[in-house]
């Protein structure tokens, strides 16, 4: 079942004197379950094409259509709210909010979007065994280390089993153990949620872990190649 | 989490800033509140001394009299008027009075002088007179005799500044001259030896006068002495007279201390060739509230018509009414200006949480969170920034408000005299809790909602896509 959509998207910036083509006719597919990397050097256009997947950034030709909607046909609170309840974000530096505790991160989500008490405590419980943090509950990200608190921007993602999770150079911060440490537990959750999670990266690491890996150079799409 | 919840944690990420700026509000309601109070509590300390030494609350009068101030717009004193007066429910009773004005002399000295009729026993409803006599006085004989005794620097220092002076109570006398608590005991006895006036009342018929401690300073008049008084009578009449002093007054106006004499009021009517008439009638109220007081001012004017006038406070103390008002004014400006500076400082507080925020609301509306809900949790982090300093300021100024209106500000000695030169009494009064209390921390907590504006603003213009970069 084909999640994500994209048909000939381009985004042009104009600076004061060219034109620049940061996404160059792109068309792609994802199916649900997926666990897709977007590689490229910097300035491929990684970063403006996952935003534009996620409604942050509209694209200035061609259409995106996330489970059949297309994001430009909707209104700036409809796209927000199509946002929370469909995709997840992981940022390249973490971003949790700093004033809740770990399991108030995780259950922000499913506050938002007025979950029961009982649903939202078994899922956030879930999520922090998952990621391994079940005995930080109540620490506040400042108390975490960059790994674990990735591991809660993972967990926070995930919380409200969204269509798909995008991934904006999620392992730039942190150390080897940690990344890897990471990359298994969405490897896991990928499987055992079959929720798609589509990485901009430039880590090896998690190039070799992906099932499928996109190549852009220069906004456009050099290389799609999918794994086994 | 809810709104409150996270914009209370909120507030406490950067605690230095959060307590700096309700510090800030705290002290514009602070200052504002005290500041208020002080002034509208002097002004009434003013209209008080005014109205119970002079003119009362409502006066009736012949209805030329306030215009043209002669004995012979005067009016009888019938029962009939008394009794339509009194027939209010707001009134307690009606005092009576003649007044005129004459050219007083004792020696070589004269002077253009009030001559103030009164009845001496109602008059205790009002201005109370005989409270107002005169208990010490600070001569020369007085000051060296004290001095000669074993007495502290500073009392001979204020005994100096205050040479003269007279003083119609123990505590006046002893806030003046700065007197400690602990002096008072050793030191008031030696004032009575050495420094204390024997005056007298008055009654009816007694042909007597009180004279205003300036006046007979400056006559040069004392208890048991003579003033004379020459005028113009009711129809053309001269009006003449000598009067025993029974007393001299402190009055709390110095500027008709300077120009007072009191007479019995049947012994001012036949000064002036007017028996059984009167210049006004003051009417004493249950209650003197101002909305009471404008009430019963209506009824009355209804009730009781030609050839009588019914005169307010306001009317009959227009300069100083006006005096105070534009006094009030400057008042209100100053503290407009408190609230600028307050209103930057809160505003700088706002135009940094929003800038340093910038991409934590870029990622919170990237992951799902409206817009309205992320300025919802703002305006309530502006509201505890506000609410806590305006709580923290009611709660310190009110204490001080209410030891204050308890606890007058008396002038130091040495400025004291200048105030006094200036023709006001050298006090400070605050005003009792009142409207001001309220509208002075709305006006701050208008101030807080406004400054809001601004995140609330940058909020629903927020680019998330540029936010995140930030």
């Known amino acids: 079942m084909k999640v994500l959509e994209l048909f000939n998207v381009h985004k042009v910036y104009n600076t004061t004197h060219v034109e620049v083509h940061a996404v160059n006719d792109v068309c792609l597919e994802f199916e649900e379950g997926e666990f897709a990397a977007i590689v490229g050097p910097s300035g491929s256009g990684k970063t403006t094409l996952l935003n534009m997947i996620g409604g942050l950034d509209m694209p200035t030709e061609g259409r995106i259509l996330v489970n059949s909607t297309d994001l430009s046909t909707l209104k700036s609170s409809a796209i927000i709210d199509f946002r929370m309840r469909n995709i997840g974000f992981v940022f390249q530096s973490y971003n949790l909010i700093p004033v809740l505790t770990a399991k108030e991160n995780i259950e922000f989500i499913m506050n938002l979007q007025k979950w029961p008490r009982k649903k939202r405590d078994k899922r956030t419980m879930e999520l922090l065994k998952a990621v391994g943090l079940e005995d930080r509950v109540d620490s506040r990200p400042a108390q975490l280390s960059g790994g674990q608190q990735q591991r809660v921007a993972v967990a926070r993602a995930l919380a409200s089993k969204p269509r798909f999770v995008l991934a904006d150079e999620p392992t730039a911060n942190l150390d080897t153990k940690s990344t890897e440490n990471l990359l298994d537990i969405m490897e896991k959750l990928n499987r055992e949620e079959n929720i798609t999670f589509i990485f901009s990266t430039h880590d090896a690491r998690v190039v070799k872990k992906a099932r499928r890996v996109i190549t852009l150079e220069d906004g456009k799409v050099v290389s799609d190649e999918i794994r086994e | 989490m809810k709104n409150y919840k996270m914009a209370w944690r909120n507030l406490w990420r950067n605690k230095r800033r959060t307590v700096i700026t309700a510090s800030s509000v705290f002290f514009a309601v602070f200052f504002a509140l005290v500041m208020r109070s002080l002034q509208l509590g002097t002004y009434d300390s003013m209209y008080k001394n005014i109205i119970e030494s002079y003119s009362g609350y409502i006066q009736v009068q012949d209805e030329d009299f306030w215009e043209n101030k002669i004995v012979d717009n005067v009016f009888k004193n019938s029962e009939e008027l008394r009794e339509k007066i009194t027939a209010d429910r707001n009134v307690e009773d009606v005092i009576p009075r003649f007044e005129s004005f004459a050219l007083a002399s004792s020696g070589s000295r ?274 505890y920034i506000g609410l806590l300093g305006i709580l923290a300021g009611v709660a310190i100024a009110l204490p001080s408000i209410i030891y204050g209106y308890h606890h007058p500000i008396h002038f130091p000695s040495k400025f004291a005299k200048i105030w006094e030169e200036y023709g006001f009494e050298p006090v400070m009064a605050f005003q009792w809790i009142d409207k001001y209390f309220l509208s002075q921390s709305l006006v701050v907590a208008i101030i807080v909602l406004v400054a809001v504006i601004y995140p609330v603003v940058k909020i629903r213009n927020l680019k998330e896509v540029n936010a995140i970069k930030a």
Request: proline residues 3%; aromatic residues 8%.
């Open chain 2, 110 to 383: 004269s002077k253009g002088v009030m001559v103030m009729g009164i009845d001496p026993e109602k008059e205790k409803l009002l201005s109370d007179v005989e409270d107002k006599l005169v208990k010490y006085r600070l001569t020369d004989e007085a000051i060296s005799a004290i001095k000669s005794e074993e007495i502290p620097a500073y009392l001979e220092k204020n005994m100096d500044l205050f040479h003269g002076n007279s003083y119609s109570s123990d505590g006046r006398l002893q806030i003046e001259l700065g007197i400690k608590e602990n002096d008072e005991e050793y030191l008031m006895p030696l004032f009575e030896k050495y420094a204390s006036v024997k005056n007298g009342y008055f009654s009816m018929g007694d042909n007597a006068a009180l004279v205003g401690d300036r006046l007979a300073r400056y006559l040069g008049l004392e208890r048991g002495d003579t003033i004379i008084l020459v005028g113009q009578a009711y129809h053309g009449h001269t009006a003449a007279g000598k009067y025993v002093i029974k007393g001299i007054v402190k009055i709390p106006n110095p500027d008709i201390e300077n120009k007072i004499v009191y007479l019995p009021v049947d012994v001012c009517q036949t000064l002036y060739y007017a028996d059984g008439m009167l210049t006004s009638m003051v009417v004493h109220l249950m209650d003197d509230d101002d909305d009471a007081i404008n009430n019963t001012l209506k009824r009355l004017d209804s009730n009781i018509e030609s050839p009588y006038r019914i005169l307010g406070w306001k009317e009959m103390n227009e300069t100083l009414v006006q005096q105070l008002d534009a006094d009030n004014k400057s008042g209100i400006i100053m503290i407009g200006i408190l609230y600028l500076v307050i209103a930057f400082g809160v505003f700088g507080t706002v135009l940094m949480m929003t800038a340093e925020r910038r991409r934590e609301f870029g990622v919170l509306i990237a992951i799902g969170m409206q817009k309205t809900k992320m300025a919802g949790v703002m305006v309530y982090e502006m509201l």
